[in-house]
């Protein structure tokens, strides 16, 4: 039997059927992450408590328990961002080279109780700095549909573990495009849920106005799957809205006939690649097959987004990054890599004496005019269609300069400014098989309708059933 | 607007090599000039947003040692502790 770009809810049915065992299946994975990672480099630590993890569930006891525990024995991985309580968390930076945390992050021990077996910690850029992939201080992520190309970042680990099949899914953060970016250059699933659905506790921090939890699957079923799991106040986030639960898989196979799809003009411009375009218009025309109206809409604040969100994102990460001075763990400052240097100044300069009311006030302002764009046009419109990224994957050391890779953020951030909630479906690829990828937004805690939304689109075009050859 | 980059290192508690000084010096002053279009934008009266939560007065648990690290817990990463405590530099030289 091949297993490989199997789903949670195939190895789930796989488990029902009693095709194979936990174990089989924890086998399989880190046999696969044993082949394939060392050319990949997803995993920066590998959980050497898996197997034993996996034995547990299979005694006849624990199998008692696939009932009431929907990640029942599903491999995971982490972004190394997020703590692990005993397994060594890097933020992908040599600061915390060594540093075994002593408890672990909400949405790991909701995962891990849910029954979902972690194989180990993923590379990400240092601190989730990052587009490319490229800032990690543990070397690059490859991706795997051209070794040449980067994986997109800054969850760079997660995207490629499920793209190459090392793990099913896998967790991820989303602060400016960090989840729907290498998504969409992996050919995976990824959401970014509204600002305030997921804990952030025990997630490194890095600007926690925009932080956002989510994850990477191969399709949109095993997304709304996840966040069953993750979603809710846990008491130790106070941004996390104490909200009725709802069930995420509801909705899924209703059909899209009659809801109203904007396509904001401001994103579709000449600075798209030919083509994202072609994916996109093609992707457009699949929705009004499917029976929604697609409508252009304006967001006239959008060519603001770039310029706000690295005035708040670095005055923020500025701040959260100022408490690792290596005393009570990790290395001292001189660790920190050139692009946390530079955050870290650029943040100082936004927020120091003087410059505050023309840079860091100016920019809240701006973003409360980016925010009023995306109500304004919700009261037209169900939910927004756009592209992820104005170009597909780019080779390894092509953006060299900071500002040109920032700017590949473009069409990511104004989501995040706006708290809004946004997934990354597979809408084909480019001429070179180079994956391109198409986020659904909607206003907040619209994650129900998005997920509607993807899976429609996915059971029409089924990207997601192509995989990467990999050796 | 350029950056002082010595000013701001100093500031931000980094230690710059100087070819460090150099190159940062060139790419923060870019991004500065970037950042600056939003100066085309009349934001007077506009409330600044500062989260997008809408929630306020939310408060924590009372009863803190629930949720409270042991104290070989919090000391845990470094190695560097004596008698349950962080073993740190001195701060104030007192012979000067």
């Known amino acids: 039997m091949d297993i490989t770009n199997f789903t949670i809810s195939d190895i789930l049915n796989g488990y029902k059927e009693k095709k194979f065992s936990v174990g089989e299946i924890i086998k399989f994975y880190l046999e696969r992450i044993d082949k394939l990672n060392p050319e990949l480099n997803a995993f920066v630590t590998i959980d050497e408590n898996a197997i034993k993890n996996a034995k547990d569930l299979d005694n006849s006891l624990a199998r008692k328990r696939f009932n009431s525990q929907p990640l029942f024995g599903i491999p995971l991985g982490i972004k190394d961002m997020f703590l692990t309580k005993d397994v060594r968390t890097t933020a992908g930076s040599k600061v915390l080279e060594n540093y075994i945390p002593p408890y672990s992050a909400t949405a790991v021990t909701k995962l891990i109780d849910a029954g979902a077996i972690s194989l180990g910690k993923l590379n990400c850029d240092a601190w989730a700095h990052g587009s490319s992939g490229e800032n990690s201080d543990f070397g690059n992520t490859l991706n795997p549909w051209n070794k040449d190309y980067v994986p997109g970042g800054s969850s760079s680990g997660s995207a490629v573990s499920v ?17 729907r970016l290498p998504a969409s250059f992996t050919n995976t699933v990824g959401l970014k849920p509204t600002y305030g659905l997921v804990s952030r506790y025990g997630v490194i921090a890095m600007a926690s106005s925009l932080d956002s939890i989510g994850h990477f699957t191969k399709t949109v079923e095993d997304s709304a799957t996840i966040l069953n799991v993750t979603a809710g106040a846990d008491g130790y986030d106070s941004t996390v809205a104490k909200r009725e639960k709802e069930n995420y898989l509801k909705d899924l196979n209703k059909d899209i006939k009659g809801l109203k799809i904007g396509v904001p003009k401001e994103y579709v411009t000449n600075a798209l690649d030919k083509d994202t ?95 009023k764009d995306f109500t304004d046009v919700f009261s037209k419109v169900d939910a927004l269609v756009a592209p992820v990224s104005p170009t597909p994957a780019w080779k390894f050391g092509s953006k060299n300069d900071p500002l040109q890779m920032y ?62 050859l990999l050796r | 607007m350029k950056i002082d980059v010595k000013k701001i290192a100093k500031l931000s508690k980094l230690t710059l090599t100087a070819s460090e000084e150099k190159e940062f010096g060139g790419q923060l002053n ?56 962080f073993v740190v530099d001195k701060l104030v030289d007192t012979n000067k």
């Open chain 1, 277 to 371: 375009k072609q994916v996109f218009e093609k992707s457009i025309k699949t929705l009004g097959d499917l029976g929604a109206e697609v409508i252009e809409v304006s967001l006239p604040n959008t060519d603001y987004a770039i310029a706000t969100y690295y005035i708040i994102q670095p005055s923020e990460v500025s701040s959260n990054l100022a408490r690792y001075d290596g005393i009570r763990f990790g290395n001292d400052r001189s660790y920190f890599g050139k692009e946390a240097k530079r955050r870290i100044m650029l943040g100082t300069f936004t927020l120091s004496s003087g410059y505050y009311d023309a840079y860091y006030k100016k920019a809240m302002q701006v973003r409360t005019l980016i925010i």
């Open chain 2, 30 to 85: 870019n991004i500065v000039e970037y950042i600056e279009k939003l100066n085309a934008i009349d934001t007077k009266g506009i409330e600044p947003t500062a989260q997008v939560t809408g929630l306020k007065n939310v408060t924590r648990n009372d009863n803190y040692t629930d949720d409270m690290l042991t104290q070989e817990q919090a000391l845990s990463g470094d190695k560097n502790v004596h008698n349950g405590l």
């Open chain 1, 163 to 179: 793209a190459a099949s090392l793990v099913p899914f896998a967790t991820g953060t989303d602060t400016g495009g960090s989840i």
């Open chain 1, 407 to 468: 700017l590949s953020d473009a069409l990511t951030v104004p989501v995040n400014l706006a708290g809004i909630p946004a997934i990354s479906v597979p809408a084909g690829f480019s001429e070179n098989k180079l994956p391109i990828g198409i986020q659904f937004i909607g206003p907040h805690f619209s994650e129900k309708l998005l997920f509607q939304i993807g899976s429609s689109f996915e059971k029409k075009t089924e990207h997601y059933k192509q995989t990467p």
